[in-house]
């Protein structure tokens, strides 16, 4: 299995950009497609982003697209999520989670293992 921690999580500015990391355990990490998905108060948990195992594929929310980069390091152990011009609507919490398969997926109920979130906060 694969434990998660993410960190990087903020109050920052419209506007402004902040960097989510998720550091994982276990070797067998760099065969996992990975996502990171967001929560806000009284919305659905949506996907973001995802990776898949060797960071060749990746697919973005069209509510980030151009604004949010996943990227991963398999020799790290470490997918980041880079996120650029801020919005008020993206804050949320963000969590970094790990599916069982090699491909990039957007169906939630496909990541088995989930961090314990971030909080990213986006003032107007």
């Known amino acids: 299995q694969v434990q998660l921690v993410e960190s990087g999580g903020g109050l920052v500015q419209a506007g402004s950009s902040l960097r989510l990391s998720c550091a994982a355990s276990?070797?067998?990490?760099?065969?996992?497609?990975m996502g990171w998905f967001r929560q806000a108060p009284g919305k659905e948990r949506e996907i973001v982003a995802s990776?898949?195992?060797?960071?060749?594929?990746?697919y973005y929310a069209d509510s980030v697209k151009g604004r949010f980069t996943i990227s991963r390091d398999n020799a790290r152990n470490t997918v980041w999520l880079q996120m650029t011009t801020l919005k008020p609507e993206d804050t949320a919490v963000y969590y970094c989670?790990?599916?069982?398969?090699?491909?990039?997926?957007?169906?939630?109920?496909?990541?088995?293992?989930w961090g314990q979130g971030t909080q990213v906060t986006v003032s107007s």
């Open positions: 989670a790990a599916t069982r398969r090699a491909i990039a997926t957007m169906i939630w109920d496909e990541y088995l293992s």
């Open positions: 276990g070797r067998a990490f760099s065969m996992y497609a």
């Open positions: 990776i898949n195992w060797n960071g060749a594929t990746t």
